[in-house]
């Protein structure tokens, strides 16, 4: 399978765009992997998106979403009361991906690095499986683990995950089991940054954002300045 863009963004500086282009824009790349079972593994493959993500701010912000799933500790966590108050970013994706997923969150979590010790504790980073059938508790924490051990992962009811991602304009299908074991799971690529300042969006990164980017970008959004 493979992942594409309608479109790429280039730009040194956050793009303003209205909440309908917004809406289109965090839509843009979406990324469908497919993959093949052997025994208890999994390996996919898919083509990643071109390079090139940028930031894109909102002029209408959006709203964080009322969702509550299990934590990769096995606890409820309710993202609006947990979150509140704090710079949080947030992706939608799965463990099982081959490009997508992985380096999104190694480029969020070499950015974070970069960071003051003070701020890299204030910062919320959250990873919301779209194949929570396979992306239990523990497997979120061993692969987060691997990037941030401070990250958060969440996982639970397909439904609820979907209605959320869709609430911020991202698209989620529900994962397919092919009849060879494979699994095909087709999930938005963009990270949301939610503000302190009110806990709503105020910048989507698309799929290809650097980490250089991001490092440049945090220090403004964990002081609510975006």
Same mark, same amino acid.
């Given at each position: 399978? %493979? $992942? ?8 040194? %500086?956050?793009?303003? +765009? ?6 289109? *824009?965090?839509?843009?790349?979406? @990324? ?8 208890? *593994?999994?390996?996919?493959? *898919?083509?990643? @998106? ?5 930031? +894109?701010?909102?002029?209408? &912000? ?10 990769? /500790?096995?606890?409820?966590? =309710?993202? +609006? ?5 704090? &710079? ?11 490009? #997508? ?5 190694? =480029? ?16 919320? #980073? ?10 239990? &508790?523990? %497997?979120? /924490?061993?692969?987060?683990? *691997?990037? =941030? ?5 969440? @996982? ?11 609430? +911020? ?10 009849? =060879? ?9 963009? #990270?949301?940054?939610? @503000? &302190? ?22 220090? $403004?959004?964990? %002081?609510?300045?975006?």
């Amino acid at each position: 399978m %493979r $992942a594409f863009s309608r479109a790429s963004f280039r730009s040194s %500086r956050p793009t303003t +765009v209205g909440f309908a282009g917004a809406l289109a *824009a965090v839509c843009l790349t979406v @990324s469908a992997c497919g993959g093949s079972a052997a025994g208890n *593994a999994t390996a996919t493959t *898919a083509t990643a @998106s071109p390079s090139g993500g940028t930031a +894109v701010r909102l002029d209408r &912000p959006l709203t964080k979403p009322e969702l509550t799933l299990t934590d990769d /500790h096995g606890k409820p966590f =309710d993202l +609006v009361k947990r979150t509140a108050g704090k &710079p949080t970013l947030m992706y939608f994706g799965y463990t099982h991906c081959p490009d #997508v997923c992985p380096t999104t969150m190694a =480029d969020l979590a070499n950015a974070v690095k970069q960071l003051p010790e003070a701020d890299q504790k204030r910062l919320q #980073v959250i990873f919301v499986t779209t194949d929570p059938a396979r992306d239990t &508790p523990k %497997r979120l /924490h061993q692969w987060l683990a *691997a990037f =941030d051990r401070r990250f958060t992962g969440l @996982s639970g009811d397909f439904d609820a995950v979907q209605k959320a991602a869709r609430s +911020v304009g991202v698209s989620v299908d529900e994962p397919v089991k092919n009849a =060879d074991g494979s699994y095909t799971v087709t999930h938005g690529a963009e #990270v949301l940054a939610f @503000s &302190p300042a009110d806990d709503k969006v105020h910048i989507i990164y698309t799929s290809g954002t650097t980490t250089q980017r991001y490092a440049a970008d945090l220090p $403004a959004l964990i %002081r609510g300045q975006v």
